[in-house]
């Protein structure tokens, strides 16, 4: 016997039985996003390495550790780890964001080579939003407070917890950054071998460190805050003005930092604890060197990724009343001679008429009482019993298979109405 193929770790199926759940959520995520304006694009899911290493830079871990890169004859060529880096690429290319403003998002796979765990795996899902040319506080607002609004959409808006900060500029940064690193140089027995490295290239990143001893010490730190040009310090106060007024609440998280360059002011994630410990559900944030560094005119950009995998787990904990559509609505079954051909005729009829019903119909043989199990098995409302004399008479039996009522014979003319009615 043939060894049996698996799929490969980290990178999971998605069952009959959960795709209704992630259509439902991948649906409210559409219908928001489509209620601010904001247009789809679609990129590809292999991009020029190079991109990433310049993006998302070659000292993080996810370019030095976690993409999947391989030789495309003499072009090295990468799964795409994030989303934010090849839609720039994208709007720099094709000109979406020359003297122009752009509200896009995405929705998609991306790849990253790491350990899997709980919601967090190799080939996992992102929705996200990229603004090009917007360098106001406004859109920031909009940006947190259209996720605030899925959030209530999906049933889960008191479950997270919006964090806040500011990073204010490169100058402030690095002010900040040679502060820092004269305090951590002060407790090093507690930093690990990664965070030691990272003292030397990318001292932000130890800010988010999971040692709860050296978060303890952190607490004492110097503030990047206190370190802001006036222009973002103005930039944040208009932000927190604005969700002030909007009644948006949230917390100003001092530690909360992105290790890269490129970005400036603005830094925001929604967290949750009801899947345990604290992870983040969404994150976003302000770029206004990024697509300037891509090789396009310097152009101001903000925007924020949700992975959907974690997004899922957390509806599915915490909103108990979704009422997801059944697979089937209504089940043809069908026995004799001519009885095959006219019970195509009726599914296709309804599947014209009535679209928004699922229609479905027996196709694998068999007598009525198999039939019959097979329509209880795929949970329909109805069914559509069709016979030798449905046939003569150009007739439907309708069945009730969820309640109690008589079942009914109806004109072929009339189905349509009928079937309508008990929906």
């Known amino acids: 016997m043939a060894k049996t193929i698996q799929a490969i770790r980290g990178m999971n199926d998605c069952a009959p039985t959960e ?15 489509a209620s601010y304006g904001y247009a789809e694009v679609r990129m590809p899911i292999v991009e020029s390495t190079p991109l990433f290493a310049r993006a998302i830079g070659e000292i993080t871990d996810v370019v030095s550790k976690e993409m999947y890169t391989f030789w495309d004859n003499d072009e090295q060529l990468t799964l795409r780890p994030e989303g934010t880096a090849g839609c720039v690429r994208a709007a720099i290319e094709h000109g979406w964001s020359y003297n122009n403003e752009q509200r896009l998002w995405y929705m998609g796979p991306m790849f990253r080579h790491e350990r899997p765990q709980k919601g967090r795996y190799r080939q996992f899902h992102q929705a996200g939003v990229e603004v090009f040319g917007i360098a106001n506080a406004e859109i920031d607002a909009e ?51 990664e965070e030691k490295e990272r003292l030397l290239k990318n001292p932000l990143r130890i800010l988010d460190s999971k040692n709860p001893e050296l978060q303890k010490v952190l607490d004492g730190a110097p503030k990047l805050l206190d370190y802001l040009d006036d222009d973002s310090r103005e930039h944040f106060a208009q932000l927190c003005a604005l969700l002030d007024g909007f009644g948006i609440p949230y917390e100003i998280n001092p530690k909360l930092v992105r290790g890269l360059d490129y970005y400036n002011k603005t830094v925001f994630e929604w967290v949750t604890s009801a899947l345990g410990a604290q992870g983040t559900v969404c994150g976003g944030g302000r770029y206004d060197g990024l697509v300037e560094q891509l090789g396009g005119h310097a152009t101001p950009g903000v925007g924020f990724a ?100 008589e079942q009914q014979t109806v004109d072929l003319t009339a189905l349509t109405d009928f079937v309508q009615q008990q929906f």
């Open 306 to 405: 949700m992975g959907l995998e974690r997004l899922v787990l957390l509806v599915q904990e915490v909103n108990k009343n979704i009422d997801l559509p059944n697979a089937v609505d209504v089940y043809v079954v069908h026995q004799g001679e001519g009885a095959a051909l006219f019970a195509l005729q009726v599914a296709e009829q309804l599947r014209s008429e009535l679209p928004q019903l699922r229609t479905m119909m027996h196709c694998s043989g068999g007598n009525f009482k198999k039939q019959f199990k097979r329509a209880d098995k795929s949970a329909a409302t109805l069914a559509l019993v069709i016979g030798e004399s449905e046939v003569q008479n150009r007739q439907v039996v309708v069945k009730h298979l969820q309640g109690i009522t």
């Open 143 to 193: 940006l947190i407070i259209l996720t605030a609004r899925l959030w209530k959409e999906l049933g889960i808006e008191q479950d997270v917890t919006l964090q806040l900060n500011s990073i204010g500029s490169l100058e402030a940064r690095k002010n900040y950054r040679s502060e820092l690193v004269k305090f951590l140089e002060q407790h090093r027995d507690l930093l690990s071998e």
């Open 19 to 33: 795709s209704p759940l992630w259509q439902w959520v991948e649906e409210k995520v559409r219908r928001v996003l």
